[in-house]
């Protein structure tokens, strides 16, 4: 592994390619291909265009910049999350996966050529700022977004703490512009918050996980030890919130999981060079010793966060309740160039314990219930297949057999897909306004820990 856990899974972070020797990388690439391959003949069309840019486009371009953007073109050609990120980007990029970055908090992505949030990162200039999932960002600062890429995206929004930046959104649903001027923060993610809410069988332990970066785990171990303190050892299960959870390192996933289960199928990754193809398996380790457990999803559960949502769904450790997540299968290895930035490309995709890649499809809840009273409005519920050149979902065969699911408890029957018409608005500072999380405590109240802790073999 090559960058902590090497792999990664989520986010979607900046790209680019510096100039330099092409000659022994594609030696070594291309190995005793013949000069009158088709290889060296497209590589050949290649340096006539940039031989004719070089000397008739309107200015003079420069050439770093030039093989910056056929590099981008090259990467995002094949997938949305392959990149070649510049050495200031992937010192960004490592600084980000450490859990503190600066900028709005913002996990942006590109699909349709436009500029989409996945997700607002809690407790950031763009959480505080209301900036939801699915809204559109159109100008940055009062500069259309429109042909910007990704990276350019990115760049304009991060900077020196303290300054200010004007957001305009396209929001679904209201027909004007709205405009958000944010004061740019230095971002240290709080990625595991906890707190106890009360049930009518009894004391409920909810954390929620915002990423997956190289403190996931041990700060998800230090939760449920300060909510056993809390509450004296009395607690009847837990809820994990994985809503809007963009995904992260996958040896935290792996780890994650780990901790609620005590055997099992975690995750496999399988790649183009079968040697290289892994499998995690659960030990005998349940931190929450077989309570009751509801994990919460919608569709901002992507990649890392969906490793662990299907890792507890089908080895019968939780219920899932909310709406389907991302869908995003694929994993990304970075690989450092030469001094000179680093490559993520995508070199596996991870399958659940089901034998399946969730690769667009996602995850199915096992109690649908949407957050909001008009699930038909879709416009912010973008998902991986949405995005540009995603990846098909290579598992279209009969997958091996399962044991049977968790039984619903009896009230699932009486949980409504989606709020009433009067319910009140979601404000986060009051957990009775978020009616996936009050299901889920409706839910949770009628599960019995017996049922919960046989894992699958």
């Known amino acids: 592994?090559?960058?902590?856990?090497?792999?990664?899974?989520?986010?979607?972070?900046?790209?680019?390619?510096?100039?330099?020797?092409?000659?022994?990388?594609?030696?070594?690439?291309?190995?005793?291909?013949?000069?009158?391959?088709?290889?060296?003949?497209?590589?050949?069309?290649?340096?006539?265009?940039?031989?004719?840019?070089?000397?008739?486009?309107?200015?003079?371009?420069?050439?770093?910049?030039?093989?910056?953007?056929?590099?981008?073109?090259?990467?995002?050609?094949?997938?949305?999350?392959?990149?070649?990120?510049?050495?200031?980007?992937?010192?960004?990029?490592?600084?980000?996966?450490?859990?503190?970055?600066?900028?709005?908090?913002?996990?942006?992505?590109?699909?349709?050529?436009?500029?989409?949030?996945?997700?607002?990162?809690?407790?950031?200039?763009?959480?505080?700022?209301?900036?939801?999932?699915?809204?559109?960002?159109?100008?940055?600062?009062?500069h259309d977004t429109d042909g910007l890429s990704l990276d350019d995206a990115v760049a304009k929004m991060r900077g020196p703490a303290g300054t200010q930046i004007t957001l305009t959104l396209k929001r679904n649903g209201i027909n004007t512009p709205v405009h958000v001027t944010l004061t740019r923060e230095k971002i240290h993610i709080q990625d595991v918050k906890s707190k106890l809410l009360t049930s009518s069988a009894g004391p409920v332990g909810y954390i929620r996980l915002d990423s997956f970066d190289e403190n996931a785990d041990p700060h998800i171990r230090d939760a449920v030890r300060s909510l056993a303190a809390q509450a004296h050892g009395n607690i009847h299960g837990y809820i994990l919130d994985l809503r809007d959870n963009p995904g992260g390192l996958l040896d935290q996933a792996v780890a994650v999981s780990d901790d609620f289960l005590t055997s099992g199928e975690i995750v496999s990754t399988h790649g183009r060079h079968p040697e290289d193809d892994q499998v995690w398996y659960a030990q005998d380790n349940d931190i929450l010793n077989g309570a009751p457990m509801v994990v919460l999803t919608n569709a901002g559960t992507a990649s890392a966060a969906e490793i662990v949502t299907a890792a507890l769904q089908q080895n019968r450790r939780a219920l899932v309740l909310g709406t389907k997540t991302f869908g995003k299968g694929s994993v990304q290895t970075i690989i450092p160039i030469d001094n000179e930035g680093a490559l993520?490309?995508?070199?596996?995709?991870?399958?659940?314990?089901?034998?399946?890649?969730?690769?667009?499809?996602?995850?199915?809840?096992?109690?649908?219930?949407?957050?909001?009273?008009?699930?038909?409005?879709?416009?912010?519920?973008?998902?991986?297949?949405?995005l540009l050149n995603a990846f098909t979902n290579p598992t279209q065969q009969k997958t091996p057999p399962l044991p049977p699911a968790l039984p619903l408890p009896p009230v699932a029957a009486s949980i409504p897909d989606k709020p009433p018409a009067n319910w009140p608005a979601f404000d986060p500072t009051k957990p009775s306004t978020d009616f996936q999380l009050q299901m889920a405590l409706k839910l949770i109240a009628d599960m019995k820990a017996s049922s919960v802790t046989t894992a699958a073999n």
Request: glycine content about 12%; cysteine-free; overall charge negative.
């Open 1 to 142: 592994m090559r960058l902590r856990s090497g792999l990664m899974l989520g986010g979607i972070f900046a790209a680019g390619l510096a100039a330099g020797s092409l000659t022994q990388p594609l030696s070594r690439a291309f190995g005793q291909a013949s000069p009158n391959d088709s290889t060296y003949q497209q590589l050949s069309l290649f340096s006539d265009i940039f031989s004719q840019i070089k000397q008739n486009y309107v200015i003079d371009p420069p050439t770093d910049k030039l093989i910056y953007n056929a590099a981008n073109g090259m990467l995002s050609g094949l997938d949305p999350h392959s990149s070649y990120m510049n050495a200031r980007q992937y010192a960004d990029m490592q600084v980000q996966t450490s859990g503190e970055f600066g900028g709005l908090g913002l996990e942006v992505t590109e699909a349709g050529g436009l500029l989409k949030v996945i997700s607002p990162i809690d407790g950031t200039p763009g959480a505080k700022a209301g900036i939801k999932p699915g809204d559109i960002i159109v100008e940055i600062d009062g």
């Open 344 to 386: 993520r490309l995508t070199t596996a995709l991870y399958f659940t314990p089901s034998g399946k890649s969730i690769q667009d499809y996602g995850v199915t809840p096992n109690v649908h219930v949407s957050d909001t009273a008009t699930p038909q409005d879709a416009f912010s519920q973008l998902r991986e297949t949405d």
